[in-house]
Structures are given as structure tokens and as C-alpha cells.
Antibody, heavy 122, light 107 residues
Framework: EVQLLESGGGLVQPGGSLRLSCAAS????????MSWVRQAPGKGLEWVSS????????YYADSVKGRFTISRDTSKNTLYLQMNSLRADDTAIYYC???????????????WGQGTLVTVSS | DIQMTQSPSSLSASVGDRVTITCRAS??????LNWYQQTPGKAPKVLIF???SLQSGVPSRFSGSGSGTDFTLTISSLQPEDFATYYC?????????FGHGTEVEIK
């Protein structure tokens, strides 16, 4: 059974940093592209970042480019999102999502974690 | 970026009703259109991929259709567990983009 378990969310001041983690199990982690998708309170879904399973390529939404870094540790089956220079509009639930294929081009999210809440406020 | 427009933004329906939600893409996306269901406090779950293919384990009362720019999600007979918010998402061009959601409420 595929499981994705996020952690690392919390309250942070504007300009601060946070690192999210997503522990994966139930599938061959290194073979699949993985993504972060966020949802601001009461709002819709916004893709944030992806990392390819095939070549480790990374991709970012314009809204987070230069501030967020996605990475993965295949020895620990864990996905990360390092978030720097956080702003109030980064406040959201952050979901870790598995893509159906190894490449970023497989932009269908077939499994999602339960999410972790990031609140950016002074 | 490809913009996805859903309508309506919300609807009220009764158990047993047939419900239709539409999604329009700002440019042609072939059949690279996916539908997700999100119940309150839960993560999204994929229902339909490739515009019309039912994800494993999803009840057959859900169906999808369309190609190009116009797509439809249909629930043939609404069940109590179907009251949720539904999102379309295009997987044709990066970045992947979602519609703003359609909330299906109990009448």
C-alpha cells in the first residue's frame, strides 16, 4: 500500500525558513517523479514543485522559484521541500504527491499525503 | 500557463441526482485532463485521468468526457459520500494547473 507522510510544518515568521519532509513507502520511490502541491486556507490547489525520478531534474512554480528547493533521499525514501524567504502568501497546507511515472511529464498525481500546514505570520 | 475554468463554482443537489461539472482549458490540451475529489479535511483523490479513464477503485457512477478544450465530469446518481469539492487539472503542458474547484453541497 502506498503511503506518504508529511511532516515539518508549523508557524514561521515572514522571511523565515522551514523544511518539509515526506516519508514514502509501498512503492519503488526512486522510480517515480514526486511533487509538492499546496492549498491556501479555503482555496484551490496549486502545484509548487516536482522532482523527476528518472534524472533528478527539478521544476518550480514561478511563485516559489529561487526561494524553495525540492530534493529527495532515495536511501531514506524521503522527499523534501526547503522553503526560504517565506511570505504570508505561502501559508497553506502542503501536500506531497506521487506522480504516475518517472518523468516530470507524467503530470498526474495518483497518491497524496495527508498534508502539513505551514503558517507564515508575525 | 494554461488556465482551467470550472463551472459552476458550487451546486446543491440531492442524493440520487445526476450531476454535471464542466471544465474549460484556455488552449487545447487533447485528453490530458484529470479530475480529483476532495472531501473536507482530506487530501485530493484522483477519479478520472486522460479525460475519461476511471481510476482503479472509483465507482462507475463517475464518468468523464471531452477533448480539446471542453470537458465534463458526470456523477450519474449522487451518493452521500460524493458531497465534496471537485477539481480538474491539465497535464498537457507544464506547469500542471488546476481549476478553482466545484463544491457539491447537499440540497
Amino acid at each position: 500500500e502506498v503511503q506518504l507522510l508529511e511532516s515539518g510544518g508549523g508557524l514561521v515568521q515572514p522571511g523565515g525558513s522551514l523544511r518539509l519532509s515526506c516519508a514514502a513507502s509501498g512503492f519503488t520511490f526512486s522510480s517515480y517523479a514526486m511533487s509538492w502541491v499546496r492549498q491556501a486556507p479555503g482555496k484551490g490547489l496549486e502545484w509548487v514543485s516536482s522532482i523527476s525520478g528518472s534524472d533528478g531534474g527539478t521544476y518550480y512554480a514561478d511563485s516559489v522559484k529561487g526561494r524553495f528547493t525540492i530534493s529527495r533521499d532515495t536511501s531514506k525514501n524521503t522527499l523534501y521541500l526547503q522553503m526560504n524567504s517565506l511570505r504570508a502568501d505561502d501559508t497553506a497546507i502542503y501536500y506531497c504527491a506521487k506522480q504516475i511515472g518517472g518523468s516530470y511529464s507524467s503530470r498526474l498525481f495518483d497518491y497524496w499525503g495527508q498534508g502539513t500546514l505551514v503558517t507564515v505570520s508575525s | 500557463d494554461i488556465q482551467m475554468t470550472q463551472s459552476p463554482s458550487s451546486l446543491s443537489a440531492s442524493v440520487g441526482d445526476r450531476v454535471t461539472i464542466t471544465c474549460r482549458a484556455s488552449q487545447t490540451i487533447g485528453t490530458f485532463l484529470n479530475w480529483y475529489q476532495q472531501t473536507p479535511g482530506k487530501a485530493p483523490k484522483v477519479l478520472i485521468f486522460g479525460a475519461s479513464s476511471l481510476q482503479s477503485g472509483v465507482p462507475s457512477r463517475f464518468s468523464g468526457s471531452g477533448s480539446g478544450t471542453d470537458f465534463t465530469l458526470t456523477i450519474s446518481s449522487l451518493q452521500p459520500e460524493d458531497f465534496a469539492t471537485y477539481y480538474c487539472q491539465q497535464s498537457y503542458n507544464p506547469p500542471p494547473t488546476f481549476g478553482h474547484g466545484t463544491e457539491v453541497e447537499i440540497k
